[in-house]
């Protein structure tokens, strides 16, 4: 089992930017790809971005060219850098380690128009 701590949320305009963190319980990232999830209100949870144990990254068509996922391995942290955020950004972002099956809480991001 290993736990998930997200952070890094909160309340930006539009066009601005924020960097989440996902920090885990242990060192994992050698075993599992990771992933950021979104939710937003009345809408099922998508996948946005999603880094393998070799560091290959991949992303959703809405966010490709504004959000950046990545990993500090010493840290046990994942990034999710984004950029040039949008009021359709605005949902709740979930980090996952899929090997584990495990998720975070989640950090709430809301982008004003």
């Known amino acids: 089992q290993v736990q998930l701590v997200e952070s890094g949320g909160g309340l930006v305009q539009a066009g601005g930017s924020l960097r989440l963190s996902c920090v885990a319980s242990r060192s994992i990232f050698s075993a599992t790809a990771m992933g950021w999830y979104r939710q937003a209100p009345g809408k099922q949870r998508e996948l946005v971005a999603t880094?393998?144990?070799?560091?290959?990254?991949n992303y959703a068509d809405s966010v490709k060219g504004r959000f950046t996922i990545s990993r500090d391995n010493a840290k046990n942290t994942v990034y999710l850098q984004m950029n040039s955020l949008k009021p359709e950004d605005t949902a709740v972002y979930y980090c996952?380690?899929?090997?584990?099956?495990?998720w975070g809480q989640g950090t709430q991001v809301t982008v004003s128009s």
């Open positions: 880094i393998t144990t070799g560091g290959s990254t």
């Open positions: 996952r380690a899929w090997y584990y099956d495990s």
